[in-house]
């Protein structure tokens, strides 16, 4: 399989899309060997620590983000300009992700094989 990247720029909890995202991404590390992950916008609040989502119902999937080492998910990167826009930092989040001015990250979208949005 070709070089996959995941980009996840909505809101969590908001929709299925982010837990979506994340199980797309852990089923399909065992076919591919090159898959970056990218966090961006709203996005990037999938990150923030702290999160309880069983006040609204939902299912807290902030776990799975944890696992991106035993699946061998490595490229993880986020949004500098996002995580400022937000008041957040790299201490705010629940794993360590690579930041990436906005250049850097139109670069990787630009060379994304097959881009996969959430």
Do not use: N
């Not at 990218?38 to 006040?55: A, H, K, M, R, T």
């Not at 500098?80 to 201490?91: F, I, K, M, P, V």
Request: net charge negative; with cysteine; charged share 20%.
């Amino acid at each position: 399989m070709s070089q996959l990247t995941y980009l996840f720029r909505s809101a969590p909890h908001s929709s299925s899309a982010g837990r979506e995202g994340v199980d797309a991404l852990l089923a399909a590390s065992a076919y591919c060997e090159d898959i970056s992950v990218i966090f961006s916008g709203d996005g990037v609040y999938q990150l923030l620590q702290g999160q309880q989502p069983s006040e609204i119902l939902s299912k807290d999937y902030a776990p799975m983000l944890k696992l991106f080492d035993l699946y061998d998910i490595e490229q993880v990167y986020v949004c500098q300009t996002s995580l400022e826009l937000r008041g957040l930092a790299q201490a705010d989040l629940v794993i360590d992700a690579e930041r990436l001015d906005s250049e850097a990250l139109s670069t990787k979208l630009h060379k994304a094989g097959k881009l996969l949005s959430f």
